[in-house]
């Protein structure tokens, strides 16, 4: 039997009233043991993330590829295109936009919170999606949104690829506030490569990203160099996601 794609409707609408986009579904082929959000990258759609997904040898895991709202960014001098949140450039000296970053946290977490209580539940993405996966990530140990607003889903695994880390500057502060915090940013297994010749998002900021969580005490965190690549996958990279996921996750395999 082979995977099933199937779309849903576009649905909420983030706090300043832009609206997600289209939702693609990948249905596992196997017993259903996880369920995890792909996230894409600035100006992609979750049509092209399922098309990829797909085609991984992961037969016990639904994926759920949402579609981010088009919004002005301000990177493309307010042109817009389809974005999780607002974004200049992309440097260790980037302003966050906690409104928009909390909007997407809490798409995916809706996305997330109606999948059966004995299935295991993740998120992943691509450059501006890896930040709002690693976002989310960050939300799921302190318990809250930026706002404040309570974060109920129990994240089990986070795979952020030539991404970054929103928020990294006072992270660990807020983790230290608290043990049940701390203890949730510890249990937490998060997979991160980066390429070093990225163009888009700087290897040095994805490394830093990935120091900063360590420092935080997210104490189950990879982090992988791939020489010379882009900003781009390539299919060495998802292989190692595939089994990052397949050994996290404790995925029986085919069924």
Sequence with gaps: MSYSRQSMGSGSRSTRGYEFGRTYVVRPKG?????????????????????????????????????????????????????????GEISEDLQDDIEGLDASAAHIANLLSTEPTDVKVGIGGFSMGAAIALYSTT???????GTGHPYTINLRATVGLSGWLPGWRSLRSKIESSNEVARRAASIPIMLAHGTSDD???YSFGEKSAQSLAMAGFRQLMFK???????????????????????RLGLEGSR
């Excluded at 759920?64 to 974004?87: E, K």
């Excluded at 939300?139 to 949104?145: D, Q």
């Excluded at 010379?228 to 292989?239: A, I, N, R, S």
């Design 31 to 87: 017993k259903h043991q996880a369920t995890i959000v792909w996230l894409h990258g600035l100006g992609d759609n979750g049509s092209s993330s399922s098309q990829l997904l797909e085609s991984l040898p992961l037969p016990n895991i639904k994926w759920i590829c949402p579609t981010a709202p088009s919004r002005p960014v301000s990177l493309l001098g307010g042109f817009p295109c389809t974005a999780w949140f607002d974004v």
């Design 139 to 145: 939300c799921y140990a302190l318990g809250r949104y």
């Design 200 to 202: 888009v998002v700087p």
């Design 225 to 247: 160099p791939y020489e010379g690549l882009g900003h781009y996958t390539v299919p060495k990279e998802m292989d190692e996601v595939v089994h990052w996921l397949a050994s």
